[in-house]
C-alpha cells in the first residue's frame, strides 16, 4: 500500500457550512493533488501541491481552497459548502517522475444537504 | 482543456466474452494511462503507454497507443467477476505548468452471471 491515508471517509454536511477533508501520506511525497469523482465526468483535478506551502488550481477550484504546512498533510476546504459540491474527493500522491507514480487513496463521500 | 472521448459508457456483458474500449482525442499526447476503479476504491493503473503505436500486455488485457498519438485502446480478453468495474483512460495534463492527470468519463463494465 502506498500510505495515503484519507478522512473522513463519509461526512454529510448542511449547505453554506465549512468542511475540511484530509489526506495523509507516510512517504513523504513531493505532489499531492485533490480530484473530485462524479457520475458522467470521470476525474477533475480540483488542486495540487508540488511542496510544503505550495499549491496551484487544477480544473475545478472555483469554492475550493487547500493548504500543505507540513509534507504528510494535504488539506481541502470547501469554505461554504453548496450542494453541487456533493461528490466522491480523492486524493493522490505522484512518487517521483513518469505517469506510473500516481497512486491514489480510497476516496471521501461528501454530501451536501 | 484537453478532453478525452471515452466509449463506450458502459457495457453490459456475459462472463468469457471478450471486451474492448476506446479513448480519442483531438490533441496529441506521448502518454496513455489506463486505470481500473472498484467500488468504494481509487483507481489503480492497469497499464501505461508511452510510445505510439505501442502494444502492451497485463495479464488478460492488452492497451495500444494509437499511431496518430490521438487515441488509445483497451481489451479485456475472456472476462471474469473480477473484471466488472470502471475503466479510465487518462493523460498528463498539459498546458501552463499545471500539473496531474486528465481523465476520461469512464466505461462501466457490468458482467452477467
Known amino acids: 500500500d502506498a500510505g495515503i491515508t484519507q478522512s473522513p471517509r463519509h461526512k454529510v454536511t448542511e449547505t453554506g457550512t465549512p468542511v475540511t477533508l484530509r489526506c495523509h501520506q507516510t512517504?513523504?511525497?513531493?505532489?499531492m493533488y485533490w480530484y473530485r469523482q462524479d457520475p458522467g465526468h470521470g476525474l477533475r483535478l480540483i488542486h495540487y501541491s508540488y511542496g510544503v506551502k505550495d499549491t496551484d488550481k487544477g480544473e475545478v477550484s472555483d469554492g475550493y481552497s487547500v493548504s500543505r504546512s507540513k509534507t504528510e498533510d494535504f488539506l481541502l476546504t470547501l469554505e461554504s459548502a453548496t450542494s453541487s459540491q456533493t461528490s466522491v474527493y480523492f486524493c493522490?500522491?505522484?512518487?517521483?517522475?513518469?505517469?506510473?507514480?500516481?497512486?491514489f487513496g480510497s476516496g471521501t463521500r461528501l454530501t451536501v444537504v | 482543456g484537453q478532453q478525452l472521448n471515452q466509449s463506450p459508457q458502459s457495457m453490459f456483458i456475459q462472463e468469457g466474452e471478450d471486451v474492448s474500449m476506446n479513448c480519442t482525442s483531438s490533441s496529441i499526447f506521448n502518454t496513455w494511462l489506463w486505470y481500473k476503479q472498484d467500488p468504494g476504491e481509487g483507481p489503480v493503473l492497469l497499464i501505461a503507454l508511452y510510445k505510439a503505436g505501442e502494444l502492451t500486455s497485463n495479464g488478460r488485457l492488452t492497451a495500444q497507443f494509437g499511431i496518430t498519438r490521438k487515441d488509445s485502446f483497451l481489451n479485456i480478453s475472456a472476462s471474469i467477476p473480477s473484471d466488472v468495474g470502471i475503466y479510465f483512460c487518462a493523460v498528463p495534463y498539459s498546458g501552463g505548468g499545471a500539473d496531474g492527470l486528465t481523465f476520461g468519463k469512464g466505461t462501466h463494465l457490468i458482467i452477467q452471471p
Open positions: 493522490a500522491i505522484r512518487s517521483g517522475t513518469g505517469a506510473y507514480g500516481y497512486t
Open positions: 512517504e513523504n511525497h513531493r505532489y
